[in-house]
Every structure is written in structure tokens, then in C-alpha cells.
Nanobody, 120 residues
Framework: QVQLVESGGGLVQAGGSLRLSCAGSGRALNIYTMGWYRQAPGKQREFGAL???????NYADSMKGRFTISRDNAKNTVYLQMNSLKPEDTAVYYCSAGVSTTPLTPPNYWGQGTQVTVSS
């Protein structure tokens, strides 16, 4: 079983930056594809970014060029660096771990989420 705990969310002004962290426990995360999803108020949870065990990345169009996903297997942690934040990035951000390398298959594990609010 994998437990995931996100941190780093908060309130930021438009144009600002935040770095989210997701710490794993229970199992080493290096074998999993790690991802970040988000859910805005009144909307469904949507895919944001993923990084495979080999380091390949995949981003939703909404995150390309502004967000960067990375992982530190030694720390069992995955990160999401978010730059040039916009009010429409406001959402609860969820960390995920899974065996699939594509966002077409739902992850196996989820964190509890961390709130990101971008003010205009």
C-alpha cells in the first residue's frame, strides 16, 4: 500500500509561483508513474502532469510551459513547480501513483489533496 501526502499549497497572486510536494510512504515510489491532477470548484478532476519511473513526462495543455513535474526517488518525493500562475489554476491538487504510464488509465493511489488559490 502506498500513502501519499501533498504539501505546499496556499494563496498566491496571479503571476506568482508555488512548488507542491508529494511525499510517499509504505513503498518506494521509484517503480510508479507519479502524477498531479486537479479539481476546480464545480468541475471534474482533471489530469495535469505525470512522470514515469524512467523520467519521461507528459503534461496537459493547460500546464505546458508553466508547470514542471519532477521526482526525487531518494526522498520518495515528487514535485510540481508552478510558475506564472493564473486564477484559473485555482483548484485542489492531488498527487497520484500508478502503474500505467499514460493518463488514460486512472492511478492506483491518491493523496488527500492540497488547495491552491490564485488571486487576480
Amino acid at each position: 500500500q502506498v500513502q501519499l501526502v501533498e504539501s505546499g499549497g496556499g494563496l498566491v497572486q496571479a503571476g506568482g509561483s508555488l512548488r507542491l510536494s508529494c511525499a510517499g510512504s509504505g513503498r518506494a515510489l521509484n517503480i510508479y508513474t507519479m502524477g498531479w491532477y486537479r479539481q476546480a470548484p464545480g468541475k471534474q478532476r482533471e489530469f495535469g502532469a505525470l512522470i514515469t519511473s524512467r523520467g519521461s513526462t507528459n503534461y496537459a495543455d493547460s500546464m505546458k510551459g508553466r508547470f514542471t513535474i519532477s521526482r526525487d526517488n531518494a526522498k520518495n518525493t515528487v514535485y510540481l513547480q508552478m510558475n506564472s500562475l493564473k486564477p484559473e489554476d485555482t483548484a485542489v491538487y492531488y498527487c497520484s501513483a500508478g502503474v500505467s504510464t499514460t493518463p488514460l488509465t486512472p492511478p492506483n493511489y491518491w493523496g488527500q489533496g492540497t488547495q491552491v488559490t490564485v488571486s487576480s
